[in-house]
């Protein structure tokens, strides 16, 4: 039995392009400059993790949810005391958290009408399985409640130094509404950027897909399983071999997004013959976790 198991960003990485796939997920490299942006994303991620998980009314934790986000800003991440961990965080520790402190005020009217069902809720789902494999869809969902008027909601939080929606057919929606039953699935914008009026701070949007979506969804995901399934026995036949153009395609239309070039390009930009070759990861490092879905 093979288990080939995906989330949501792998999906996105394999189909735009499968030599990226392979530098990040199967060499398991980044490039040695961090995010700063990511780490930004995990500080308001877990202070909204702490917010959403106290007993309703949340207007009595308006107040230790904003200290909490002190602390955090301060220490950094206390339980595994990483020094350097949201250092974007600390370096503009007034404007993160006078920005927190207007969301809590922002959203916590709206927040009452909602009933928390989850939050930070990880899940499996078994999209296919015969004799020989078994195709499994996970992920990791912000929060999820239900609403007066809308039912079950899914909801993701963004951080956005920039002003832009996600594509709400995309495969984290998709994803997390197959997997839960969910009516509906939100972004939920938390902007970062300094210029903008107030209004462009926060967002959110409910989607609702169409009939039948959902159907077609899962037959074109399990299209890609099944591409990644091949790609993986093809690793098996071939063992140690060295790497072959025919497993790892590179698609140069995915070189370069709205927000800059895709990291690897620097390998990519290398014949694999040339000399030079091995040289090219001196620019990248291993990083300290290899993927999982859930992490």
Known sequence: MIEVILDASQLEVIEAC??????????????????????????????????????????????PTFEYGKLLADRGYEPENESNRWPEVRENKEFHLTRLRDYLIRWSHED??????????????????????????????????????????????????RAYDKY????????????TGGDYFEYNYIGLQKAPSPANFWHSEPFKPGPGVLDQWKRDVLRTFMEVYWIKRNELEVGTAPLRE???????????????????HKICEVPETDPLYANVFTAYKEKERRWKAWS
């Open 112 to 161: 009452e009408a909602m009933r928390v069902v989850a939050v930070e809720k990880g899940f499996s789902y078994l999209l296919y399985e015969d004799a020989e494999k078994r195709f499994i869809l996970e992920g990791m969902i912000d929060l999820i409640y239900r609403h007066p008027q809308m039912g079950l909601v899914v909801r993701d939080h963004k951080t956005q130094s």
């Open 246 to 264: 025919d497993l790892y395609a590179r698609r140069k239309a995915s070189c370069q997004t709205k927000f800059g070039m895709c990291q690897f």
């Open 168 to 179: 709400p057919h995309c495969h984290q929606a998709l994803n997390y509404l197959t997997a």
């Open 18 to 63: 499968p030599r990226k796939w392979y530098y990040d997920s199967i060499c398991n490299l980044t490039t040695l400059r961090t995010n700063p942006a990511l780490t930004t994303g995990t500080f308001y991620h877990t202070v909204l993790q702490f917010y959403y998980s106290q007993p309703f009314p949340v207007t009595d934790h308006l107040k």
